[in-house]
């Protein structure tokens, strides 16, 4: 049974980076296609960005330009999600979640909650 | 860009009534690029309708989906206590690539 595996919670200053990781366990990690997906406090699901390994392939949401960045390591079947430049409004739950027919998201991590404080 | 917009922002029902929840698209989405989301607090979300209304794996029949071009609707036949829950759909097209609507609270009246 495949599985996407979330790495733990993060507690960063603002300025920061953090990289949160998704290792998918079972399955063939090399076809797949993952998104990142964050929730901040009271607020709806936000798209973040998307990476096709297969094809070394990278998308991102136009507000996250520059900011966020998105890879992949086939050798260990994991996924990153790099945000810099953090802010309290960074806050947040950062789900993985694989992309089936490139369009909808049928398996998701558990999420990384991120907490941006001083 | 494509802008989903779901309504009523809360719905209040009790257990063994009717939920029909809505989802307008801004522009018509091609091949009805539309899914449904159910969320739970400390949950990953949890795929329930795909290509507008196609069940995902193990969802119960009583959730259905229908609608084309701008407007979704999801729909619960009969509520169970499990079913409280906030509901979000989505959309794949070019501009953005992905995107959900804002979310309706469906709560235990």
């Known amino acids: 049974q495949v599985q996407l595996v979330q790495s733990g919670a993060e507690v960063k200053k603002p300025g920061s980076s953090v990289k949160v990781s998704c290792k998918a366990s079972g399955g063939a990690f090399n076809t797949y296609t993952l998104v990142w997906v964050r929730q901040a406090p009271g607020q709806g699901l936000e798209w973040m960005g998307r990476?096709?390994?297969?094809?070394?392939?990278?998308d991102y949401a136009q507000k996250f330009q520059g900011r966020v960045t998105i890879t992949a390591d086939e050798s260990t079947s994991t996924a990153y999600m790099g945000l810099s430049s953090l802010s309290y409004e960074d806050t947040a739950v950062y789900y993985c979640?694989?992309?089936?027919?490139?369009?909808?998201?049928?398996?998701w991590g558990r999420g990384t909650l991120v907490t941006v404080s001083s | 860009e494509i802008v989903l917009t779901q309504s009523p922002g809360t719905l209040s029902l009790s257990p063994g009534e009717r939920a029909t929840l809505s989802c307008r698209a801004s522009q018509s989405l091609d091949s009805s690029y539309l899914a449904w989301y159910q969320h739970k607090p400390g949950q990953a979300p949890r795929l329930l309708i795909y290509g507008a209304s196609t069940r995902a794996t193990g969802i119960p029949d009583r959730f259905s989906g229908s609608g084309s071009g701008t407007d979704f609707t999801l729909t619960i036949s009969r509520l169970e206590p499990e079913d409280f829950a906030v509901y979000y759909c989505?959309?794949?097209?070019?501009?953005?690539?992905?995107?959900f609507g804002q979310g309706t609270k469906l709560e235990i009246k």
């Open positions: 990476i096709m390994p297969m094809f070394r392939a990278v």
């Open positions: 979640a694989r992309v089936q027919n490139s369009w909808y998201f049928d398996l």
């Open positions: 989505q959309q794949y097209s070019a501009s953005p690539l992905y995107s």
